[in-house]
Nanobody, 126 residues
Framework: QVQVVESGGGLVQAGGSLRLSCTAS????????MGWFRQAPGKEREGVAG???????IYADSVKGRFTISQDNAKNTLYLQMNSLKPEDTAMYYC????????????????????WGQGTQVTVSS
């Protein structure tokens, strides 16, 4: 099993940047595929970005060109660099992990992840 803890959320003005971090426990981090998700009030949880065990990444269309997912395997840490933030990016952001056979497009689907953090709030003011 793996436990993940997010950090780095906060309040930022539109056009600003934030970097979220997700630290995973355990010594088998490299065997997990990882993802960032977000959920705004009254809306379903949606995939933002995912990274497979080979480093391949996928992004939701709404964040392409603005967000970058990356990881530091030595630190068991996943990142989400968010630039050019918009008010519609306001949401609770969650880190998730799982392992096993997966197609890249699945990494934006919450149902393919079994391990979730508690979330970190991102608020973008206009």
């Amino acid at each position: 099993q793996v436990q993940v803890v997010e950090s780095g959320g906060g309040l930022v003005q539109a056009g600003g940047s934030l970097r979220l971090s997700c630290t995973a426990s355990g010594n088998t981090y490299n065997s997990y595929y990882m993802g960032w998700f977000r959920q705004a009030p009254g809306k379903e949880r949606e995939g933002v970005a995912g990274i497979d065990t080979d480093g391949t990444t996928i992004y939701a269309d709404s964040v392409k060109g603005r967000f970058t997912i990356s990881q530091d395997n030595a630190k068991n840490t996943l990142y989400l660099q968010m630039n050019s933030l918009k008010p519609e990016d306001t949401a609770m952001y969650y880190c998730a992990a799982d392992k096993g056979p997966a197609r890249l497009r699945w990494l934006l689907r919450p149902s393919y992840f079994g391990y979730w953090g508690q979330g970190t709030q991102v608020t973008v003011s206009s």
